[in-house]
């Protein structure tokens, strides 16, 4: 009988962490693909891998090549993810239909979260996570990350949502969902480019043992059915009144153009990338690095957990 080949393929690096019970941070690759221009984000992808094994933990970006799962990818995988230009968008939904035609594709934070828990991993760090698109209630646009997030014992580092996003509904979406909610050093729901969304948040913590001690908890609780937020104020914040009128003419171009569905969050992102000269995207650089470093810490802190 033919064997069927298996569907994961792990990074030595990772399977050795895996095998040993070492810390692991799972990152996702949509980020490199679609949320950052050529060649930069193949260098920001090497300089995050690398700000992880800094802080003691293995690295495991995740990605589909040509059908295959990767849980940690080595630096030919990576130039893959970051230059070819048929690297699809994957959601949890679009997993094994990529897999199963052969295809290849990066994974949101959705499938990432996902992908990772299935292997063991449970430490997760990107920059922003996806939520209630403005319009929503004419649109019904909500990111698949939120309901992606209500089912996986998960913990995620990220700078808030995205600020071209509600970022009130999505708060509110998380509450309704089960998904908890911290601020690292802030009380301060972050705003991913801003450091403030303007909207209060009920926790803060000031160390990853606080962290450490939660996750703790939520397993003697049966609550790590859910994720775990650990919002993570980027340190230099956007010109605010820059990034208003940026969001507002990019949110109607996107609207004038007609552009919907998985393409709204790459189109708004490449909107601010260039109208802001590169300012946003600095930031944005900023955000998945220091989000990297803390998760590692987490993760660090969290290994005799797992
Ligand atoms: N954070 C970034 N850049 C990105 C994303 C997050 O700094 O490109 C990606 C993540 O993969 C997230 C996705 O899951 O945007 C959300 O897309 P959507 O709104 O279509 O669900
Ligand atoms: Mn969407």
């Given at each position: ?31 490199i ?15 995050v891998?690398?700000?992880v ?47 199963a035609?052969?295809?290849?594709a ?17 430490t ?17 646009d ?55 969304s303007?909207?209060a948040?009920e ?7 606080e ?30 009144t ?5 969001l ?35 930031i ?6 220091s ?13 005799e957990?797992?």
């Amino acid at each position: 009988m033919k064997k069927i080949p298996d569907i994961f393929q792990y990074s030595d690096e990772v399977s050795i962490a895996l095998n040993n019970g070492k810390p692991i941070v799972a990152l996702e690759s949509t980020i490199i693909s679609h949320g950052m221009p050529r060649p930069i984000n193949l260098e920001v992808a090497r300089e995050v891998e690398s700000i992880v094994r800094q802080r003691g933990a293995i690295p495991a970006t995740i990605a589909i090549i040509d059908g295959t799962v990767h849980i940690g990818l080595n630096d030919e995988e990576l130039s893959s993810i970051a230059n070819r230009v048929d690297i699809a968008k994957a959601s949890s939904r679009d997993l094994a239909i990529i897999c199963a035609q052969g295809k290849s594709a990066a994974t949101t934070v959705a499938a990432t979260a996902h992908l990772a828990a299935s292997a063991g991993i449970f430490t997760f760090a990107t920059g922003g996570l996806g939520g209630v698109h403005r319009g929503a209630h004419d649109s019904f646009d909500e990111s698949a990350d939120l309901t992606a997030l209500s089912h996986l014992n998960m913990t995620v580092v990220c700078a808030g949502v995205k600020s071209i996003l509600d970022v009130g509904a999505t708060l509110e979406r998380l509450e309704t969902l089960a998904i908890a909610v911290v601020g690292y050093k802030t009380l301060q729901f972050p705003g991913f480019y801003l450091t403030d969304s303007g909207f209060a948040i009920e926790y803060r913590v000031d160390s990853v043992a606080e962290v450490s001690a939660i996750r703790k908890a939520r397993k003697q609780l049966g609550t790590d059915s859910a994720a775990l937020i650990v919002a993570n104020p980027v340190q230099k914040e956007m010109e605010r009144t820059r990034h208003d009128q940026i969001l507002a003419s990019g949110l109607d171009l996107a609207t004038r153009q007609g552009i919907i569905g998985k393409a709204v969050t790459p189109f708004l992102l490449e909107y601010f990338h260039s109208t802001s000269a590169g300012e946003s995207l600095g930031i944005n650089i900023e955000i998945i690095k220091s989000n990297a470093a803390l998760a590692a810490e987490i993760a660090v802190a969290s290994a005799e957990l797992n």
